[in-house]
């Protein structure tokens, strides 16, 4: 069984910096994304940035030189160090990541539970 346990909810005024992590566990072969999404009340679900296996880096233009995705692949673990927060960036902030079980194994697609990030003005 495969859990993604995010972590970093906070309620922060804006402009200053807030870090979110998100550790994959369970039988894990191999993780090709990891990706954070965000959903704002009343919005859809958007891409923030995501990171695959080898390094390579897409951030939204939203967040563009203020938030970094990084990656420790041998902790299976994701961060979103987010900086210069603002009230739109208020959302509940959910990990994702795309991985394989096994050897051959297709791959599947796991989710976070969700963790609110609230800015005040």
């Known amino acids: 069984q495969v859990q993604l346990v995010e972590s970093g909810v906070g309620l922060v005024q804006a402009g200053v910096s807030l870090r979110l992590s998100c550790a994959a566990s369970?039988?894990?072969?191999?993780?090709?994304?990891m990706v954070w999404y965000r959903q704002a009340p009343g919005k859809q679900r958007e891409l923030v940035a995501l990171i695959t296996s080898g390094g390579r880096i897409n951030h939204a233009d939203s967040v563009k030189g203020r938030f970094t995705i990084s990656r420790d692949n041998a902790k299976n673990t994701v961060y979103l160090q987010m900086n210069s927060l603002k009230p739109e960036d208020t959302a509940v902030y959910y990990c994702?990541?795309?991985?394989?079980?096994?050897?051959?194994?297709?791959?599947?697609?796991?989710w976070g539970q969700g963790t609110q990030v609230t800015v005040s003005s």
């Open positions: 369970g039988t894990i072969f191999s993780i090709s994304f």
């Open positions: 994702n990541a795309v991985l394989r079980l096994r050897v051959g194994s297709p791959a599947s697609d796991y």
